[in-house]
Nanobody, 127 residues
Framework: QVQLVESGGGLVQAGGSLRLSCAASGRIFSTYAMGWFRQAPGKEREFVAAISWSGGSSDYADSVKGRFTISRDNAKNTQYLQMNSLKPEDTAVYYC????????????????????WGQGTQVTVSS
């Protein structure tokens, strides 16, 4: 089992920045590919970003490319999502996800790719 706990959400003005963290425990974090998803009110959960367990491969949704950066620190069992130039449409609950991977380059961009989920952290961007 892997337990995931997100933190770092909050209220920020448009154009501002936030850094989300996802702390993992329970298994060897360094063998888990990680992802971030978000769900806005009235909408389905959507992919934001993902990173392989090595950190060498990553991907982003088109809507956040150039503004968000995913990273991880395997020594601290933590992944991060740096969010810059935030827009009101980024308002959502952000979820951390994890899946064991034998491949050092694999990451998933769909909900069904992941086995473990955090409880989510609210991000609100005011205009």
């Amino acid at each position: 089992q892997v337990q995931l706990v997100e933190s770092g959400g909050g209220l920020v003005q448009a154009g501002g920045s936030l850094r989300l963290s996802c702390a993992a425990s329970g298994r060897i974090f360094s063998t888990y590919a990680m992802g971030w998803f978000r769900q806005a009110p009235g909408k389905e959960r959507e992919f934001v970003a993902a990173i392989s367990w090595s950190g060498g491969s990553s991907d982003y949704a088109d809507s956040v490319k150039g503004r968000f950066t995913i990273s991880r620190d395997n020594a601290k069992n933590t992944q991060y999502l740096q969010m810059n130039s935030l827009k009101p449409e980024d308002t959502a609950v952000y979820y951390c996800a994890a899946r064991f991977s034998q491949s050092s380059t694999w990451y998933g961009s769909q909900e069904t790719h992941y086995d473990y989920w955090g409880q989510g952290t609210q991000v609100t961007v005011s205009s």
